[in-house]
């Protein structure tokens, strides 16, 4: 969903894919026909540009949901293990959009049990 502080997010991505010399794949989980919001749209559009002045190698991955799910998380873990992902970068607080199954999703991520490292960042 769309963040009002999602440069947050980005800078916090960016900098840690400094770090560890990673690529980024900007992952989402388009649920229904409509797609991604305009403030969704929009983040992942700063976000790609905020990598590129960086000289961050990513990649968006947008893929329709996968079966039944209330939230995105299962479907992001699975696509975190083909990736071989070594962290997973997600706001902390809920999108407006999103609020109801934030917190659950974000506890499953949080405990995968393939040990993924999750990169939470705030609001603020």
Partial sequence: GGHE????KTIASAAIAELINADIKLYSVLKGQKGSSD???????DAMKH????GIEAELVQESVEGYSVGFASQTLDFAKREK?????????PSKELSVISASDKEVLINN?????????GDY
Avoid: P, R, W, Y
């Avoid at 992902?85 to 607080?93: E, N, Y």
């Fill in 51 to 54: 990598f590129e002045s960086e």
């Fill in 113 to 121: 049990e393939d040990g993924i490292s999750i990169l939470l960042t």
């Fill in 5 to 8: 502080k999602f440069q947050n």
């Fill in 85 to 93: 992902a070594a962290i997973i970068s997600v706001m902390s607080t």
């Fill in 39 to 45: 403030a969704s749209s929009a983040n992942v559009t």
